[in-house]
């Protein structure tokens, strides 16, 4: 036997146990990438939704407040704080009920009172991606985020 032939058969027999493992690497790349990569997205997707919620509340919240001050009455008001309420959470994506969602409270009664304040709070529930129904009947699996706002009457209007 020749020295190449040896030298072969020695290769061979040091990368016979190599053979066994070859694509395992990409199995292996697979598997480790599905298990840290999904719940990733996944977390992506419900702080999404949460911060859609929360510039949601929020900006329902302020409007909410400010329509209600330059209303010319307290129904009035209401009705106004309630559009601004629905318009802001459809914005957003959410299907909400806009007067559910929406409470008002005054500091002094007239609600409109010259120099009072108008507290408008907005709740709203963010319901977890991907969770069938029959789940959620069971456990409550969502997060409510809310905003409050606070707005002054002007102390120069006509008291209504």
């Known amino acids: 036997m020749t020295a190449v032939a040896r030298l072969r058969r020695r290769h061979r027999a040091r ?83 806009p007067a559910a969602a929406l409470t008002v409270r005054c500091s002094s009664d007239p609600c409109l009172t010259p120099g009072a304040e108008v507290a408008a709070t907005v709740q709203v529930r963010v319901p977890l991606p991907f969770v069938p129904t029959f789940v959620r009947d069971v456990v409550p699996l969502e997060v409510p985020v809310t905003a409050e706002r606070v707005a002054p009457v002007d102390a120069y209007r006509a008291a209504r």
């Not at 790349?29 to 510039?55: K, M, N």
């Not at 302020?62 to 106004?80: H, I, K, L």
């Open 15 to 97: 990368t016979a146990g190599r053979d066994a493992d070859a694509g395992s690497a990409l199995v292996e790349f697979l598997g480790i990438s599905l298990v840290l990569l999904v719940p990733i997205v996944y977390l992506v997707l419900v702080l999404g939704r949460i911060q859609a919620a929360t510039f949601a509340t929020e900006g329902a919240a302020r409007e909410a407040a400010r329509v209600y001050v330059v209303a010319d009455d307290a129904r009035q008001g209401a009705a106004r704080a309630v559009t601004a309420v629905g318009v802001a959470l459809a914005d957003q994506g959410f299907d909400d009920d």
